[in-house]
Nanobody
Framework: QVQLVESGGGLVQAGGSLRLSCVVS????????MYWFRQAPGKEREFVAA????????YYVDSMKGRVTISRDIGKNTVYLQMNSLKPEDTAVYYC?????????????????WGKGTLVTVSS
């Protein structure tokens, strides 16, 4: 049974930082890319960042480049999202997802597996 379990969300002041974690289990993810999405209240789920599990190649949404860093620790089966200089508009539920294949996809429907999300709240 594939599981993606996020953690690390919480309340932070504007300008602060958080590191989200996503522990994956239940299969080998070497042929997968791991993604972070977010969904703000009343908005659609949107792509944030992605990393190829095997070679570590990375892709970011333009709006968050320079403020987020995605990484993975293969030995710990964990994907991370480091977020800095947080703004109130970053408030959202952040989801970890996985998609089989080496080409990037940025839509919710393209993912094969999802976690349940972790809430990030940024106060002004």
């Amino acid at each position: 049974q594939v599981q993606l379990v996020e953690s690390g969300g919480g309340l932070v002041q504007a300008g602060g930082s958080l590191r989200l974690s996503c522990v994956v289990s239940g299969r080998t993810f070497s042929g997968y890319a791991m993604y972070w999405f977010r969904q703000a209240p009343g908005k659609e789920r949107e792509f944030v960042a992605a990393i190829n599990w095997r070679d570590g190649s990375i892709y970011y949404v333009d709006s968050m480049k320079g403020r987020v860093t995605i990484s993975r620790d293969i030995g710990k089966n964990t994907v991370y999202l480091q977020m800095n200089s947080l703004k109130p508009e970053d408030t959202a539920v952040y989801y970890c997802a996985a998609r089989r294949g080496l080409s990037w996809r940025y839509t919710e429907g393209a993912m094969d597996y999802w976690g349940k999300g972790t809430l990030v709240t940024v106060s002004s």
